[in-house]
């Protein structure tokens, strides 16, 4: 009998569970966000561009829009979350031992301040422009 070319490592074989099963969940997240990240990069960019002024008192007014302020956090934490995903990739094939459980705290520490600076940021420009 023929013997079939398999990717599975000759654990993932003999348990019949395949590779670590973690990969797919990163990839099928990043092309989510891709594809999230096309209409919302799209829509800030000619947003941006149709503003007749960028002074901070007009784009201010700008975010202070609802919907503006809605879309721009979606924007953020999307943006945000992709970043994360690529960046966690990049340290999990290169870092390795301990430095890598540091490394890995540190940039879901690093985002979610990010993600909680940003998203209070928009708020609070929002807020501070609508009264």
């Excluded at 000759?10 to 096309?38: C, D, F, N, V, Y």
């Excluded at 490394?103 to 420009?125: E, T």
Aim: include cysteine; hydrophobic fraction near 55%.
């Amino acid at each position: 009998r023929a013997r079939q070319m398999s990717l599975e490592s000759p654990l993932g074989r003999a348990l019949g569970r395949g590779s670590a099963k973690e990969g797919s969940g990163h990839w099928i997240g990043q092309r989510i966000t891709a594809i999230g990240l096309a209409p919302l990069g799209l829509w800030f960019l000619f947003s941006l561009l149709g503003l007749e002024n960028t002074n901070y008192q007009f784009v201010a007014a700008w975010v202070a829009d609802p919907a503006h302020a809605i879309l721009l956090i979606l924007l953020l934490l999307t943006l945000l979350y992709h970043s994360l995903l690529g960046t966690q990739v990049v340290i999990e094939d290169y870092v390795h031992g301990a430095a890598k459980l540091i490394c890995l705290l540190a940039l879901r520490f690093v985002f979610a301040i990010m993600a909680v600076s940003g998203v209070f940021a928009v708020i609070s420009v929002s807020v501070r422009s609508a009264s």
